[in-house]
T-cell receptor, first 114, second 114 residues
């Protein structure tokens, strides 16, 4: 089955620790996205990538980093500089074949601070 | 810049009653509009989208939405609510100028009463 997988489902971060969230897709999509979801605020874009080895900051990139070494993978690192990391993180992907392309979402990772 | 406003963070409907979720957008260029649904602790699933053409768009699970340019609206409706419609719904906008980056509304949580 084609789709997007995210792991782990739950992740706990200690003070001063960097943690990495995994996102993998087998849809052969060029573009991948990371969103942060907080209650009542909808989804906000952290980073996105339209091609391997290239990515751009979204609206709330501070305290986060990404890499795109393979088309299928777009891991997100939450660094110790992110002071309020507790949130639900969603990865998405889409083609870039046309306009208004649908973004397909993974099941999400919930990050909690110990 | 583009933005989305969803009127009402919570909506309560009786089973069998009309579901109406309001979405207004702001975009300086022709928009592409989306409605997504999210069940608890899951990712987002596309309900329907408007890109070009017919302004009344039909989606999955009996939902439909109408693009009204003059009102800058894209309200979501379903004639008869079912218990399984209890979820959170997000309206989102993008455009050619935005390069397929989605901007989401704050979401509307739907409660269905038996």
């Amino acid at each position: 089955d084609g789709g997007i997988t995210q792991s782990p489902k739950y992740l706990f971060r200690k003070e001063g620790q960097n943690v990495t969230l995994s996102c993998e897709q087998n849809l052969n999509h060029d573009a991948m996205y990371w969103y942060r979801q907080d209650p009542g605020q909808g989804l906000r874009l952290i980073y996105y990538s339209q091609i391997v080895n290239d990515f751009q900051k979204g609206d709330i990139a501070e305290g986060y980093s990404v890499s795109r070494e393979k088309k299928e993978s777009f891991p997100l690192t939450v660094t110790s500089a992110q002071k309020n990391p507790t949130a639900f993180y969603l990865c998405a992907s889409s083609t870039l074949a046309g306009l208004g392309e649908t973004q397909y979402f993974g099941p999400g990772t919930r990050l909690l601070v110990l | 810049a583009q933005s989305v406003t969803q009127l009402g963070s919570h909506v309560s409907v009786s089973e069998g009653a009309l579901v109406l979720l309001r979405c207004n957008y702001s975009s300086s260029v022709p928009p592409y509009l989306f409605w997504y649904v999210q069940y608890p602790n899951q990712g987002l699933q596309l309900l329907l989208k408007y890109t070009t053409g017919a302004t009344l768009v039909k989606g999955i699970n009996g939902f439909e939405a109408e693009f009204k340019k003059s009102e800058t609206s894209f309200h979501l409706t379903k004639p008869s609510a079912h218990m399984s419609d209890a979820a959170e719904y997000f309206c989102a906008v993008t455009s050619k100028a935005a390069g397929n980056k989605l901007t989401f509304g704050g979401g509307t949580r739907v409660l269905v009463k038996p």
